[in-house]
């Protein structure tokens, strides 16, 4: 059972920063691309941020420039540096894994989700 696992939100004045992390648990051969998504009160959930098993990533228009997207191959650890926040920022952060197991199947597994709240 794969389980991914967020942390680092909570509230921030607009400016700040936050840094989220998401770890991949469980039994599996390969996180392929991680990623980060959110949905903002009122919205659809949209791509915040993507980064491949080799390092490409690709970003929302909005957040270019102001998150990095990162990945710890190593520990199974995808990471999103979040600068220059603003009230549009606020959402639920929600990591997502393309995992391929022990019998190349490849499946797509989200996390439960990271209150992210920038306050003026």
């Known amino acids: 059972q794969v389980q991914l696992v967020e942390s680092g939100g909570g509230l921030v004045q607009a400016g700040g920063s936050l840094r989220l992390s998401c770890a991949a648990s469980?039994?599996?051969?390969?996180?392929?691309?991680m990623g980060w998504y959110r949905q903002g009160p009122g919205k659809q959930r949209e791509l915040v941020a993507g980064?491949?098993?080799?390092?490409?990533?690709n970003y929302a228009d909005s957040v270019k420039g102001r998150f990095t997207i990162s990945r710890d191959n190593a520990k199974n650890t995808v990471y999103l540096q979040m600068n220059s926040l603003t009230l549009e920022d606020t959402a639920v952060y929600y990591c997502n894994a393309v995992i391929t197991d022990r019998i190349s199947i490849q499946m797509n597994y989200w996390g439960k989700g990271t209150l992210v709240t920038v306050s003026s």
């Open positions: 469980g039994v599996f051969f390969r996180i392929n691309t």
């Open positions: 980064i491949t098993f080799g390092g490409i990533t």
